[in-house]
């Protein structure tokens, strides 16, 4: 491959206050020298970039994505076929990529043969982590059957129903024999699921062990939803890696989760989201009322998660049409924590959470993905947040998009 040298640009590398100098050097898909001095590396034929005192950052993780959620209904989302879903999920996923999230983590949903399709090429995806159908015991968060259905829907694209220590022990490993990222859970009721309380902790402490066990003896870990410090305590003292959502999170809670190593990943985009056209998309009342609950609450938790030392992720959990809100998240956060913060969350901090220290960053040595853009998203968070702000991105080096970012579907 070309060597790339970026020039006259100021550089977040994922982890500093303030923006550092320039030049970068890439080559061979990853970052070989950065700052003053690095041309001096260059040797051969090089491909100049010039950056026109714009911003280099690291490609954004979008740590709760959902690829599958092609409707805010959850029964809808389960029984389409998957051919549809498959090719809708492609262009979600086209779409995220050019945002410039380079990598994504979808904790409900994807399988091997999306993953392969994304590999060979058949279309532009950031680089895909996946966890395969969520577990959910009967009547939990990933259950999408009303009180007055009768049916034995157990199994769908974007959640499964299993219930006791052995089944979710063979769950687990077919997972990872079909190549899961990570395993998913639902440990707390959710704003979108017909029939359990939002609070209460789902999964008894043997099913999660279990779960928890042979995710650990995979190398892997597992990832909760969970909303209330009840669903949390339950999680994180029985082997849960990530809390996703912890909307109600409180000080005491968060101290666990700090002492226990687990993350937090927010998902501020998809309340608020909701919020303003879950009615016009047809939420049910039982499922806005839900949300107007945990809506409010969602940038106080990631406060408390800083304040007790707790690293905060960040995550986006859209479904259906609401995907064109991926970005509004980065705002969300940032007005509860900072820009700084925020774009730690979805680089360097997200990057550690899935095992990637070469991802998220701009180091000698980490991948090249990279996003161009306007501006100092360090003291504007807008330059990056704005839909229709123009980007340039780079993943592993190649060039993947320049255009300003259009949010139609199609």
């Known amino acids: 491959m070309t060597t790339l040298l970026f020039t006259d640009v100021r550089v977040f590398d994922g982890e500093s206050d303030t923006l550092q100098e320039g030049p970068v050097v890439v080559r061979d898909g990853r970052i070989v020298a950065v700052g003053p001095g690095s041309d001096d590396q260059v040797d051969g034929s090089v491909e100049r970039i010039e950056g026109r005192g714009r911003t280099l950052l690291p490609g954004l993780i979008d740590a709760h994505f959902h690829a599958y959620a092609v409707s805010l209904d959850m029964m809808e989302n389960e029984t389409r076929l998957l051919s549809y879903v498959a090719h809708v999920a492609s262009q979600r996923l086209g779409r995220a990529l050019s945002r410039g999230f380079t990598t994504v983590r979808d904790v409900a949903g994807g399988d091997a043969g999306l993953a392969a399709a994304i590999r060979e090429g058949f279309f532009p995806s950031?680089?895909?982590?996946?966890?395969?159908?969520?577990?959910?015991?009967?009547?939990?968060h990933g259950d999408p059957r009303s009180a007055d259905l009768?049916?034995?829907?157990?199994?769908?694209?974007?959640?499964?129903?299993?219930?006791?220590?052995?089944?979710?022990?063979?769950?687990?490993?077919?997972?990872?024999r079909t190549g899961a990222h990570a395993i998913k859970v639902m440990t707390s009721g959710g704003v979108i699921s017909p029939v359990d309380p939002l609070r209460i902790p789902q999964y008894s402490p043997d099913e999660l062990t279990a779960v928890s066990e042979e995710a650990t003896?995979?190398?892997?870990?597992?990832?909760?939803?969970?909303?209330?410090?009840?669903?949390?305590?339950?999680s994180v003292t029985h082997g849960i890696h990530t809390i996703e959502h912890g909307n109600l999170l409180d000080e005491p809670t968060a101290a666990l989760m700090a002492e226990h190593g687990a993350f937090l990943v927010p998902t501020l985009a998809t309340y608020a989201a909701m919020d303003r056209h879950g009615l016009d998309l047809g939420m049910p009342e039982v499922a806005r009322a839900k949300n107007a609950e945990?809506?409010?609450?969602?940038?106080?938790?990631?406060?408390?998660?800083?304040?007790a030392g707790v690293r905060v992720g960040f995550g986006t959990d859209l479904m259906g049409s609401l995907e064109t809100e991926q970005l509004t998240g980065l705002r969300l956060?940032?007005?509860?924590?900072?820009?700084?913060?925020?774009l730690r969350s979805a680089t360097s901090v997200n990057a550690d959470l899935i095992g990637r220290p070469d991802l998220g960053r701009i180091a000698a040595g980490a991948v090249a993905d990279l996003l161009l853009v306007e501006g100092d998203p360090l003291a504007d968070i807008n330059t990056l947040a704005d839909p229709d702000a123009a980007r340039e991105i780079w993943q592993g080096g190649v060039l993947r998009s320049t255009d300003a970012l259009t949010n139609r579907h199609g």
């Open 126 to 140: 950031p680089r895909y982590l996946y966890t395969g159908a969520a577990l959910s015991q009967t009547g939990g």
């Open 150 to 176: 009768e049916t034995d829907l157990c199994g769908g694209h974007s959640t499964e129903v299993v219930d006791g220590v052995d089944d979710l022990r063979r769950a687990v490993r077919e997972r990872f």
């Open 217 to 234: 003896r995979r190398g892997s870990y597992v990832a909760a939803h969970a909303y209330s410090p009840e669903a949390i305590v339950h």
């Open 294 to 307: 945990v809506l409010d609450a969602g940038q106080r938790a990631v406060e408390i998660a800083l304040r």
């Open 333 to 342: 956060q940032a007005e509860a924590v900072g820009a700084h913060q925020t």
